[in-house]
């Protein structure tokens, strides 16, 4: 029985690969490609661990923290979210910690709602989508990158018209917002 060795073909074929930076949180490669039409390239792909975030939300309200990101140089709100800098698989567990690390908050319940990607033209991260509901209020376990960090709950509704307006800039945040009023949790 004959195949067609075209049908199965990659779009772009590795030719070969090679590691430019790497720390305890990234790591960058350089990879020499050939497109399904002949023509080589380069593609350079950052490799970072997926990540969970968490919206908690409680009778009309939706914490957010806020803490300064240093490569836009300012202060941002958005939900929860953060990653091991070691191998995990377990998502759940990332975002109980997470949630717990940056708000206090404990969850009762933790309901996942979906996985995307951040930016896949160019990063190979994705992030998994949690729902945390029946809060308990504890203390937070800030991390030294962390410093600065403040949580706050808002009115689902004034969240939403800070999306609307632009004030709430954070493009995860915004994904997630998204997809929890589609599903109708939000």
């Given at each position: 029985?004959?195949?067609?060795?075209?049908?199965?073909?990659?779009?772009?074929?590795?030719?070969?690969?090679?590691?430019?930076?790497?720390?305890?949180?990234?790591?960058?490669?350089?990879?020499?490609?050939?497109?399904?039409?002949?023509?080589?390239?380069?593609?350079?792909?950052v490799?970072?661990?997926?990540?969970?975030?968490?919206?908690?939300?409680?009778?009309?309200?939706?914490?957010?923290?806020e803490?300064?990101?240093?490569?836009?140089?300012?202060?941002?709100?958005?939900?929860?979210?953060?990653?091991?800098?070691?191998?995990?698989?377990?998502?759940?567990?990332?975002?109980?910690?997470?949630?717990?690390?940056?708000?206090?908050?404990?969850?009762?319940?933790?309901?996942?709602?979906?996985?995307?990607?951040?930016?896949?033209?160019?990063?190979?991260?994705?992030?998994?989508?949690?729902?945390?509901?029946?809060?308990?209020?504890?203390?937070?376990?800030?991390?030294p990158?962390?410093?600065g960090?403040?949580?706050?709950?808002?009115?689902?509704?004034?969240?939403?018209?800070?999306?609307?307006?632009?004030?709430?800039?954070?493009?995860?945040?915004?994904?997630?917002?998204?997809?929890?009023?589609?599903?109708?949790?939000?």
């Amino acid at each position: 029985m004959s195949q067609d060795s075209t049908a199965h073909s990659p779009e772009i074929t590795t030719l070969e690969s090679r590691e430019i930076y790497a720390n305890r949180w990234m790591r960058l490669r350089e990879d020499s490609i050939r497109r399904a039409d002949g023509q080589e390239g380069i593609y350079s792909v950052v490799e970072k661990p997926d990540f969970a975030v968490i919206a908690a939300v409680q009778d009309g309200l939706i914490y957010l923290v806020e803490q300064y990101r240093y490569p836009v140089a300012g202060r941002h709100w958005e939900l929860p979210q953060g990653t091991w800098d070691k191998d995990e698989s377990d998502p759940l567990g990332l975002a109980r910690a997470e949630l717990q690390e940056e708000t206090g908050l404990r969850a009762g319940q933790m309901q996942w709602v979906g996985h995307l990607y951040l930016a896949y033209g160019f990063c190979t991260q994705a992030y998994d989508l949690f729902l945390a509901t029946d809060l308990s209020q504890g203390p937070q376990a800030l991390e030294p990158e962390e410093q600065g960090l403040i949580c706050r709950p808002f009115a689902i509704e004034t969240v939403l018209e800070q999306v609307r307006t632009g004030q709430l800039q954070d493009a995860t945040t915004v994904a997630a917002l998204g997809l929890l009023r589609l599903k109708g949790l939000i």
